[in-house]
């Protein structure tokens, strides 16, 4: 499918109902079809928010990652996850939950989605943000970006915060107007885990 195909319909909807230059915020894939949607339309959007959402996330594991490494990946991702069971692949996704929420109730609220979801879709659009690289079109960004980042998201790296830092500082560095916070308590759903942390930010950003 077009990865562009929700950017475009975003756009249509702002032309349609002539909404100029709103800012514009996703999570996770959210912030994946945020950032493609900007990059079709660089001056369309006042300001960009993301929310531990990176333009290449396999670099913040692995950075000398190559096109090859995360095209093997993403196949090796989406073939393990088709050749699940129905139950085996709630119980992947009830693995998963538990490091997107410190809430066990708001973890079977995921899972419950997750279950009520077409799988097919949604093994195949992970499985695409894991092949993505949308560093080298950063430059096209001139709006104001800034990142919130959950340290419990790569907890499992093992590295200090400044090294993490860098990593995230990377992955931006051609962005002009740029900014990011990172909060080490949380996983992956800030919102969720550091509510009022995340409130400040966002409005914070909004006002300047």
Known sequence: PDKNLIGNEILEYMRVNNIKNPNIMGHSIGGNAALETVLISPG??????LVDSYPCNMAMGIVSVTEQMRKSQSENFSGYLNSLNDEN??????MMSKGF????????????????????????????????????????ISSPLMVLCAGESFKQLLLPEDELTQR??????????????????????IMSDEKDWF????LTFLSK
Do not use: C, G
């Open 44 to 49: 369309a959007f006042s300001k960009i928010i």
């Open 101 to 140: 929420f410190r809430d066990s109730l708001k973890q079977k609220i995921f899972l419950k989605i997750v279950a009520d979801s077409e799988r097919s879709s949604l093994t195949k659009i992970q499985s695409a943000v894991i092949s993505e690289d949308l560093r080298p079109e950063l430059i096209k």
């Open 199 to 202: 409130t400040d930010k966002v």
């Open 168 to 189: 995230i500082n990377n992955q931006f560095s051609q962005v002009k107007k740029y900014e990011m916070y990172i909060n080490m308590k949380s996983k992956h759903f």
């Open 89 to 94: 692949f709630l119980k992947f996704w009830e």
